[in-house]
């Protein structure tokens, strides 16, 4: 425990056996409970697992929130209750072995589903066991277990609802991280600020993360992105859920057995697909159906007028290369819908950064 408040950390693993040991003993002590959840690793990841357990048998616990004394005022806690009970139904099937005293909890998926769909398990499990504070650590071995102290401190202490470690602000980050590596992640940061409204984030794809209890229940865990763009559809449902958020400063982790299974170029579009998708899904959420804001007005406006310039630009650009000069209506109707356009998604992203300020710690 820190403060008082109980500190779980989730660890996805998938073929993590000859590192998820190492994980698992350099576990700080402050955490009461290391929840693996195995995404249906083929080696023998959940046996490396279970020896830290105690045990060999497999004994499977059926989970139930609890659910507290009812009274007329609390129909809506009951229904909440309710639902939590059973959207379990909503994730990959699993079986959870664990002992009520075992410190480590092995989450098996049933069926190989993504590192994000594996996080969400574990988050689940962490919201339904009432757990303050949920950190996030890979099974690699790729994250220092010293600074999960420092990232779970200002969930703890300061109620912030997310806090994630950012390697980019390090000194040795040029050097240590690969170039292709810090190259996509720059440019998916980039994408993730429009897309997520958290203006101020960078280093969008670390995975050392720690959550509040609070910000657990306000966003539909079974719905998080189930692969490699996990982070970045977590802060844009955070985001939607007027989460507060920090970065803190932490060191990359590179060359301790770690073997990476993503490969970047192919990550990249498929991220970049679901933040376009999701920035207007936050938009509309946002800052339609919630409340008419006019910075809602202004992106759409911005965007169909840079759309409708388009052919303007395409005519006046094969003009000049058949050496014709372009009527100067359609030189004029180019510029006012081009210069309008981009004016209208600058103001948009202005009012969208001053809306989103107050998220940012």
């Not at 403060?3 to 002590?29: C, F, G, H, W």
């Not at 059973?86 to 480590?104: A, G, M, Q, W, Y």
């Not at 049933?110 to 919201?127: P, T």
């Amino acid at each position: 425990m820190l403060n008082n408040k109980t500190i779980a950390v989730v660890i996805p693993a998938y073929n993590e056996e000859k590192q998820i040991s190492l994980v698992i003993r350099t576990m700080p002590e402050f955490v009461d409970r290391i929840v693996i959840v195995n995404d249906c690793s083929k080696d023998n990841t959940a046996n490396e697992v279970m020896l830290f357990q105690g045990k060999t048998e497999r004994i499977l616990i059926k989970e139930e929130p609890q659910i507290n004394e009812t009274s007329i005022y609390s129909k809506a806690d009951e229904l909440v209750a309710e639902w939590n009970k059973k959207e379990i139904k909503l994730f990959t099937p699993s079986e959870v072995i664990h002992k009520e005293n075992d410190r480590v909890v092995l989450i098996n998926l049933l069926k190989n589903a993504g590192v994000g769909s594996a996080i969400a398990r574990g988050y689940k499990w962490a919201k339904d066991n009432n757990i303050d504070c949920t950190a996030v650590m890979a099974g690699d071995g790729q994250m220092d277990p010293s600074e999960l102290e420092g990232i779970c401190m200002p969930v703890i202490n300061e109620n912030i609802d997310y806090v994630k470690g950012n390697r980019l602000l390090h000194k040795s980050a040029k050097v240590l991280i690969p170039k292709t590596r810090f190259f996509g992640n720059s440019i998916l940061s980039i994408l993730t600020k429009i897309a997520s409204g958290y203006w101020h984030v960078s280093d969008t794809q670390t995975g050392y993360t720690a959550i509040s209890n609070k910000a657990l229940n306000l966003i539909d865990l079974y719905n998080i992105y189930p692969r490699y763009g996990m982070p970045n559809d977590m802060l844009v449902k955070l985001n939607m859920a007027n989460s507060t958020l920090r970065e803190i400063t932490i060191k990359p982790v590179y060359d301790v057995g770690e073997k990476s299974k993503m490969k970047i170029f192919k990550v990249i579009p498929t991220i970049s697909w679901l933040l376009i998708r999701s920035f207007y899904k936050r938009i509309w959420n946002k800052y339609f159906l919630r409340s008419f804001h006019p910075l809602f007005i202004l992106y759409n406006m911005g965007f169909l007028l840079l759309l409708v310039s388009i052919p303007f630009g395409i005519k006046i650009i094969r003009l000049m290369i058949d050496g014709i000069n372009a009527n100067p209506v359609t030189v004029l109707a180019f510029i006012f819908l081009f210069i309008s356009g981009f004016q209208g998604l600058l103001f948009a992203m202005w009012m969208d950064i001053q809306e989103n300020e107050r998220l940012n710690k």
